[in-house]
């Protein structure tokens, strides 16, 4: 019974041992922390991560997450990758608080630390990349519909709910720019409130009362389905084009139908590409991640920090029928 | 005392043999808990450093408190499926009081008040209703932490005082965290209580035959319905530290905990049907998962292996001395 357990015991952590890989201690370990394993967008992180250490030529990636989405098992993963004495922590954070003590901690032991895609709070990160901008997205969602009307043209937008931030926000920082795009009109703004039926029904409404209408732009992954639903079951796909935020793996079938041209959101390669080299910069080539610097990124170009250290990566990453096969099954 | 009579086999104590394994499965545990060091130290280069395992305790400091509760309310044959919402729901009121400027001790009083309340309420519905605690206890699981939900969103409580910080991040002395403290203040209250005690004997008997020592003058419903209290009240020390550790409240915290919690109490040989189980059978369970994660941890083996490995643990633990007996029965008859 004993050596039962003993052999149990030592024969999982022997076979731990073997399939952990083999360690050059020389080459510069940067942790891709995530929310959780085991989903597709941050598989592609890691896989962006991948690409970057290839190029920097001496950088082992430690892919690395809790089973589920809590903050108590990052910080259990955060305690290790310090145990290990690792160069960098890039984390994609479960939780903004939870993590800063237990961030703290390994910025006290000389190691760098940065989040992405999903923040952590000021004092427990050096800086804090996010994949894009408020204005960048909102520029993007009107430039998808506007490339598209070179001669100009009505165009909608089918929002969340009248309340949401983030849908607001976007929607604000499109109208400033409005005047980049001559011939574009915004003939109404609609709210979908995020429910499939309801995004639907608005959808085939805007249709109805503007006959001439050239394009929906739905800056939110439930309307945007919706709407392209709509426009099919309208019979009025290549007479209206729905773009805007979406998933490729939801927005696949409406790129097939033609029902939308393009649409945008982040590219979970890039952001882990960036994050990767942010880190490299700052753990190795001593860069400060002070407000206003400027840090390259490889072929991401560089990110410029704001006054709460934090910068946006790049545009909305725009799919479309070139790019959707691979996108769709990542995310 | 006088060994004049020969040993002899009775036939219906088939089990004596298991029965001696029981009697050593802390020892046994220890085994594995050594073997699990040694190895580890060899696999990592990181394992032998005082302030690593220092870290590496936080794995199971905390699930230990509740644990060495749950020893004694699994010993008497109930369950509380619903710590982990209770940490949830205490960590929340915390949060609450802290809105309302609470200090440190009211906030550490709210966190342990708001334990001991939930324990009662689990208690009323087991021992004054007689529902079963397994059904109550998840209906609570979602009660309580669905009230932190209700009252959090998607938001946060943050901005405890430095001072509370002192339970979850604090040390003692060099390596020894404040936490480590409670592991063993805790470990020896519950370990004199269960062995040393009338009250810990009468959980035993309420364990092995519930009807027995109703009869034999136990007042069955009132030593379970302390046992949920107590459950409540470590869940609520629990919530202290976590919150303190994590330094803010959201209603997702400890999610999931409550299995963690069992597994160390199943591991640490108490039996889940009840009747027997030990203090330091559980407080080695507790290293044992704690160095197992963490030095699975150390060589970046994924979480998913990671709860493969302890769930294999658990299964083998529990299965091997029922295979044992098994196999000695067959091989006598």
């Known amino acids: 019974m004993s050596v039962f357990d003993k052999l149990i015991a030592s024969a999982a952590l022997a076979t731990a041992m073997f399939a952990g890989p083999a360690m050059a201690q020389d080459d510069v370990r940067i942790?891709?922390?995530?929310?959780?394993?085991?989903?597709?967008?941050?598989?592609?992180?890691?896989?962006?991560?991948?690409?970057?250490?290839?190029?920097?030529?001496?950088?082992?990636?430690?892919?690395?997450?809790?089973?589920?989405?809590?903050?108590?098992?990052?910080?259990?993963?955060?305690?290790?990758?310090?145990?290990?004495?690792?160069?960098?922590?890039?984390v994609s954070a479960n939780d903004t608080d939870a993590l800063v003590p237990a961030l703290q901690r390994a910025m006290q032991r000389g190691i760098t630390v940065i989040s992405w895609d999903s923040g952590v709070a000021p004092e427990g990160r050096e800086l804090h990349l996010n994949p894009s901008s408020n204005s960048l997205i909102g520029n993007m969602i009107i430039k998808l519909a506007a490339d598209h009307l070179p001669d100009g043209g009505e165009v909608a937008v089918l929002s969340a709910t009248t309340t949401s931030t983030n849908q607001n926000i976007w929607i604000e920082e499109m109208n400033k720019v409005m005047g980049n795009y001559p011939g574009i009109e915004v003939v109404a703004t609609v709210y979908g409130d995020d429910l499939a039926d309801k995004s639907y029904r608005e959808a085939t409404g805007l249709m109805q009362s503007y006959p001439d209408l050239d394009a929906i732009i739905a800056p939110t992954s439930v309307g945007i389905v919706a709407a392209a639903q709509a426009v099919v079951d309208a019979g009025k796909v290549g007479e209206v084009n729905v773009t805007g935020l979406g998933l490729p793996s939801e927005?696949?079938?409406?790129?097939?139908?033609?029902?939308?041209?393009?649409?945008?959101?982040?590219?979970?390669?890039?952001?882990?590409?960036?994050?990767?080299?942010?880190?490299?910069?700052?753990?190795?080539?001593?860069?400060?991640?002070?407000?206003?610097?400027?840090?390259?990124?490889?072929?991401?170009?560089?990110?410029?920090?704001?006054?709460?250290?934090?910068?946006?990566?790049?545009?909305?990453?725009?799919?479309?029928?070139?790019?959707?096969?691979?996108?769709?099954?990542?995310? | 005392m006088s060994d004049t009579l020969p040993e002899r086999r009775i036939p219906d104590r088939l089990n004596s043999r298991a029965y001696r394994l029981f009697r050593s499965w802390e020892a046994l545990l220890l085994a594995v808990a050594i073997a699990i060091f040694v190895v580890n130290s060899f696999a990592s280069p990181y394992f032998l450093s005082a302030w690593n395992l220092s870290d590496a305790t936080f794995n199971f400091t905390e699930k230990a408190m509740i644990a060495f509760a749950m020893a004694l309310l699994i010993i008497s044959g109930e369950i509380d499926l619903s710590v982990a919402s209770i940490i949830a729901l205490a960590s929340t009121a915390m949060g609450l009081a802290l809105q309302y400027g609470a200090g440190t001790p009211e906030l550490v009083?709210?966190?342990?008040?708001?334990?001991?309340?939930?324990?009662?309420?689990?208690?009323?519905?087991?021992?004054?209703?007689?529902?079963?605690?397994?059904?109550?206890?998840?209906?609570?699981?979602?009660?309580?932490?669905?009230?932190?939900?209700?009252?959090?969103?998607?938001?946060?409580?943050?901005?405890?005082?430095?001072?509370?910080?002192?339970?979850?991040?604090?040390?003692?002395?060099?390596?020894?965290?404040?936490?480590?403290?409670?592991?063993?203040?805790?470990?020896?209250?519950?370990?004199?209580?269960?062995?040393?005690?009338?009250?810990?004997?009468?959980?035993?008997?309420?364990?092995?035959?519930?009807?027995?020592?109703?009869?034999?003058?136990?007042?069955?419903?009132?030593?379970?319905?302390?046992?949920?209290?107590?459950?409540?009240?470590?869940?609520?020390?629990?919530?202290?530290?976590?919150?303190?550790?994590?330094?803010?409240?959201?209603?997702?915290?400890a999610q999931g905990m409550e299995l963690e919690v069992v597994t160390m109490v199943v591991l640490?040989?108490?039996?889940?049907?009840?009747?027997?189980?030990?203090?330091?059978?559980?407080?080695?369970?507790?290293?044992?998962?704690?160095?197992?994660?963490?030095?699975?941890?150390?060589?970046?083996?994924?979480?998913?292996?990671?709860?493969?490995?302890?769930?294999?643990?658990?299964?083998?633990?529990?299965?091997?001395?029922?295979?044992?007996?098994?196999?000695?029965?067959?091989?006598?008859?």
Not at chain 1, 256 to 280: C, H, K, R, V
Request: charged share 10%; net charge negative.
């Open chain 2, 109 to 253: 009083v709210v966190g342990l008040v708001v334990g001991l309340l939930c324990g009662a309420f689990n208690a009323v519905f087991v021992t004054i209703l007689g529902l079963p605690s397994i059904v109550v206890t998840i209906g609570t699981m979602s009660l309580f932490r669905g009230i932190s939900y209700i009252i959090l969103g998607d938001d946060a409580f943050r901005g405890y005082p430095s001072s509370f910080a002192w339970f979850g991040q604090g040390y003692i002395y060099w390596v020894f965290t404040v936490e480590m403290l409670f592991f063993v203040v805790i470990a020896v209250i519950y370990g004199v209580v269960l062995h040393k005690t009338n009250f810990g004997r009468a959980v035993y008997a309420i364990g092995n035959n519930p009807t027995g020592a109703l009869f034999s003058g136990i007042r069955v419903q009132r030593v379970k319905f302390i046992l949920f209290l107590l459950t409540g009240l470590m869940s609520g020390v629990a919530a202290v530290c976590l919150t303190s550790r994590l330094g803010s409240t959201r209603p997702s915290i």
């Open chain 1, 251 to 331: 927005m696949a079938g409406a790129i097939e139908s033609g029902a939308s041209q393009s649409f945008a959101i982040w590219n979970p390669i890039d952001l882990g590409y960036s994050a990767t080299m942010l880190a490299y910069e700052l753990s190795q080539n001593g860069v400060e991640a002070a407000p206003g610097a400027e840090i390259p990124m490889g072929r991401m170009g560089t990110l410029t920090l704001d006054d709460n250290s934090e910068g946006a990566m790049a545009d909305p990453f725009v799919y479309d029928a070139s790019n959707i096969d691979q996108f769709k099954s990542i995310f």
């Open chain 2, 268 to 333: 640490g040989g108490v039996n889940i049907l009840g009747g027997s189980g030990s203090i330091p059978g559980v407080v080695i369970a507790a290293f044992v998962m704690g160095l197992v994660t963490f030095g699975l941890g150390l060589l970046n083996v994924p979480g998913i292996v990671m709860s493969i490995f302890i769930g294999l643990l658990l299964i083998g633990v529990i299965a091997l001395p029922r295979l044992w007996t098994m196999l000695a029965r067959r091989a006598r008859s």
């Open chain 1, 31 to 90: 942790a891709l922390v995530v929310k959780a394993l085991g989903i597709g967008f941050f598989e592609a992180a890691a896989e962006g991560a991948e690409e970057a250490a290839e190029e920097l030529g001496n950088v082992e990636i430690i892919y690395t997450g809790p089973t589920d989405t809590t903050a108590e098992g990052q910080i259990e993963v955060i305690n290790s990758l310090i145990a290990q004495n690792v160069d960098a922590i890039a």
